[in-house]
């Protein structure tokens, strides 16, 4: 029944989002979780928005073009945790969000993601059409738009947090010549470099999938943290023994990866 | 339609979205509306062809009645329109992120993370040595909770220097298509005033 | 209802995608497909729904008499004539396929052209060496953009291999590394999206 | 001298992109050599077509699209020109069907004065079937190609009226952007007919065909823009590969000058307030 070339994949994802479970529920029966290390790009975002109350200017979030049905989905997921939290911060200090989408399937959600999270303040009446704006799905007339906004309406803040493509530096680029004070994010390779060098902080591959973790303090979250390190110490293992086996000229377990990780 | 007006139409749409570089004005803004517009009329074309040949046609010629659930919890998605039935939308968002999360799920181990183990084992001579450690090192930067001591947290630091060169690379070779992207919009100018053929 | 049923549908979709990788079953794999047919179908009325609140938006700013409201009625207008072509003769028709080609696709290109100007602005601006981690960004970007104009070689002849070994062993690591991390990432909200325990995507807890 | 750091790094950014589209601009206006280092594989085809002469007739196949012209087509075009000079009889054959207008277009800018139609050049259009068709093509060309793109027939043309197969032919030259590229026409024409070919790649395929050449399969190798540049440089001939170079070497220099510029800036100013402090 099972694919006889896909074994160790399956294996594989049985084995990781075993140990994800369990160290989450164990977190979840109050086993105590050593503390989580900083990530200072994640500190960033309340100076961000402290900055825009500050200033009575808006703050803009935007997920990038990612989509929710491809393999990028994760990322998108993720930038739903950073937009509620956002969303929130804004709620409580009266701070006008401005939330730009290109995809359009991402528009329902991230409308929802912002309206519970404004309910969740006492100040569902800031819910506006203006604070989640679809504005093409055409992802060089988003940034066209996005460029518009930033002109006209001046954000301080500006969050690029999600599966971000080529529209990346010019949007990133867009903020920094209005002064915004930029917090970016994605693991999406390509894009990373620019988010890199035009952000004022940013969130680097894995760190994305952490935030919701960081920000929120939920044991469920900080469990699958500890449980995704244990994953990586697990990745980290198998290439040392690699390495070691294929020095001592035993290539099978190289091999073996290729013909059953399909 | 003459292809001269194409070549007029082109540059002149260049020229206005790039009066940005100069500031915000309204030429630009002008442009970006009737960008932004006709996109979404696109958008409407490409969703409305999806619709039919996908569920309509299907479903009506060929009686696959399985495709009315997808037309119904598309319709869901309206119910955002009204304040108290939001909650219905729900139905095709679950749809949506489980296609999703499903495809990311099942696509990671392989093409991810095996794959990617697989290719940091070779080693033959001093430089696969040297990529290893690079490898382990951002690997390790990126623990959270676990093994926070001072040989993660070195290996941690390599990490961090080698993903620098990593971006470094991705900015650098990047340059050359962006460049060739720019002299196709470039020439779109030039052409409309007959500076090049 | 309004939360747990769609997690159940959700976490059925999810682990049919899944199963139709692994398991070697051809109701499964059918199923699947369709189910993905589904969503391009929900797609597009996704595309209609968020066109439909472009429209809402700039229809307010024209009632309201906006500032520069003309904007929007040129943006309705473009909306329109592309959506009414696109539903009557459709988008192979000479007509449309003329606008789209000599009209929004060489705004598409102006834009992505654009960027080029943007890394100007952005190497004047950003890539200053405040500390050795900025310091390292920015010489491996000179190495490699020198390596790829004549100019480079003409500087100095060992920069073309300089630029190679950069890209073939600390580069490659480096993206070895922040691929692996980000998959298990991506896997662990993957599970806690299907397990319904992470639910912003359904509005908060 | 601070005062004038302190412009430098506040320079406006319109100038910074006013110099950027300038960078981009003349090069492609006024084309120039570059200082290159020509690399063997181009120089070695150079040197071979230096020895043809009117007696000899040449087979290209310009098999790109309008997407590859800025890749493909300026090589193709400075190719074209030197064995015009030559004096070679040029047959443009096609297989993709975007090929015969990619010929005009090369026809169109690169043909010198003095040279007519179906005497020195002919663009014999397009024909489907990939390698296959290749080999028919080589084997019988009257039969494969009867009429021109026009549809003018092959006695008409003095061009190709001696060209009944490979035999008969010099030199083969590829221009291909993916498909069966020049594996396929060493195998159609060098290993059975024992005629020089040559091929121009992108670059994502120049590595894959760097054996052929080794092997002496190739008599030349051209890859990517750059590879057009060079061979636009052979012939003293400024024009698509080299504006595009040029665009590339200006645009991306001024991008390092401004890498540079800004840390000069950056370190100076640095050090001055550490002092006044």
Known sequence: MLFPTKILSFATMILFCGLIYYSFTAAKKGKEMPKIRRIPALEAIDEAIGRATELGAPVHFSPGRGGLVDEESGQMLASFQFLSYIARQTAKYKTQLITTICDAMVFPVAQEVVRQAYIAEGAPERFTPETVRFLSNDQMAYCTAVLGIFQREKPAANFMIGAWYAETMLIAEGAAVIGAMQVGGTARLFQLPYLVVSCDYCLLGEEVFAGGAYLGKDPVQLGSLAGQDLCKLICCGIIVVGVVTRLLGWTYFHDIIGKLGK | ?197 | MRREVPSIILAFVGLLMIAETFLNIPAVASLSRDVKNWGIIIGGFALALGSANLARFHIVRIARKNKEWYNSVALLACMAAFALAGVTIGPKAASYAFYYNNFLAPMNTTLQGMTVFFVGSAAYRAFTVRNAEAAILLLTAVIVILSSIPLGEQLWSRIPAISKWIQDVPNLSGQRGIIITSAVGSMAIGLRVLLGLERSHFGGE | MNQFMEKLQNTDRRILFALIFLAMAYPMVKPFTLPMSITQEVKSLYDFIEKLGPNDVVLMAPDYSPAYAPTVGGACEAIYVHLMRRGAKVVFASFSPEGPMMAENVIASGTPAGKKYGVDYVNMGYRAGGEGAVAAALQDFPGVFPKDFQGTAIKDLPAVQNLKSAKDISLGVLFSTGGYAGGGWVRQLVQPYGKPFAAVVTGMMGPAHVPYYQAKQLVGLVVDMKGGAEYETLVKRPSGSLAGMGAQTLAQMLIVLYMVVANVTYLTLKKERTRTR
Request: aromatic share 12%; with cysteine.
């Open chain 2, 1 to 197: 339609m003459s292809a001269r007006f194409g070549i007029y139409l082109a540059g002149i749409v260049t020229i206005a979205l790039y009066s940005y570089l100069i500031g915000d004005n309204k030429m630009f803004k002008f442009a970006e509306h009737l960008y932004v517009g006709s996109a979404a009329g696109h958008a409407i074309t490409m969703g409305y062809i999806n619709i039919r040949d996908l569920g309509w046609t299907p479903l009506v010629t060929k009686g696959q009645v399985m495709l009315l659930i997808p037309i119904l919890l598309g319709l869901c998605l309206y119910s955002r329109f009204t304040t108290k039935y939001v909650w219905v939308s729900r139905y095709a968002i679950a749809v949506t992120i489980g296609i999703g999360t499903g495809v990311g799920l099942r696509g990671m181990p392989s093409a991810q993370i095996l794959s990617q183990l697989q290719a940091s084992m070779v080693i033959k001579n001093a430089n696969d040595f040297l990529a290893i450690l690079g490898t382990l090192g951002v690997i390790l930067y990126f623990l959270f909770i676990h093994a926070q001591n001072s040989v993660t947290k070195g290996f941690g630091r390599i990490g961090r220097w080698v993903m620098m060169i990593t971006f470094g690379v991705g900015f650098g070779t990047s340059t050359f298509s962006m460049v060739a992207r720019g002299t196709g919009a470039v020439t779109a100018i030039l052409r409309m005033f007959g500076m090049v053929k």
